[in-house]
């Protein structure tokens, strides 16, 4: 297991953290979350751990794997893709942009930390927070957004 992708990981996802409390830039702190979500996420499973993707996937059999990357990421690509897919044109991503809101980046925050601790069986103390503040919301019992 490569500890030094874990801690980009963690730095990508502590990082994103310390701007989301800040209340500062959205746009970075999604970025860097989703960075750090789609590495930790491997090592969680690599330590032998349920990623929290695997949870959604249980209580959600109408979705698949890619159909839960799509959503999951339709706004980290967004933000970091001008053009289709292989150089094709220019993405038309306006509409979708002009949806975004920070409440996109509670869920980020929360899977790529719940994800961290399922891989290394720790975590920064202000992420448990985060951790317990995001489950006591009650719109999280209705499955927020991305």
């Known amino acids: 297991m490569s500890h030094l992708k874990i801690e ?3 730095r990508q ?3 994103a953290l ?3 409390l800040r209340d500062r830039d959205p746009v970075s702190v999604h970025c860097l979350a989703n960075g750090g979500c789609e590495l930790i996420e491997v090592y969680a499973k690599k330590a032998g751990a349920k990623p929290f ?5 249980e209580t959600r059999p109408d979705l698949d794997i890619k159909a839960l ?7 980290w690509n967004a933000f970091k893709h001008a ?10 991503d306006d509409e979708l ?4 809101t920070d409440e996109q980046n509670d869920v980020a925050l929360f899977i790529g930390w719940y994800d961290y601790a399922q891989a290394t069986k720790m975590m920064p103390v202000g992420a448990q927070v985060h951790q317990i503040w995001w489950i006591a919301l009650p719109q999280c019992s209705n499955a927020r957004k991305w």
């Open 18 to 20: 310390d701007l989301y």
């Open 83 to 92: 053009l289709e897919r292989h150089g094709g044109d220019e993405r038309d």
């Open 97 to 100: 942009l002009s949806s975004f």
């Open 8 to 10: 980009c990981a963690r």
């Open 69 to 75: 990357k799509t959503v999951q990421r339709k706004y």
């Open 13 to 15: 996802l502590g990082t």
């Open 53 to 57: 993707v695997s949870h959604i996937l």
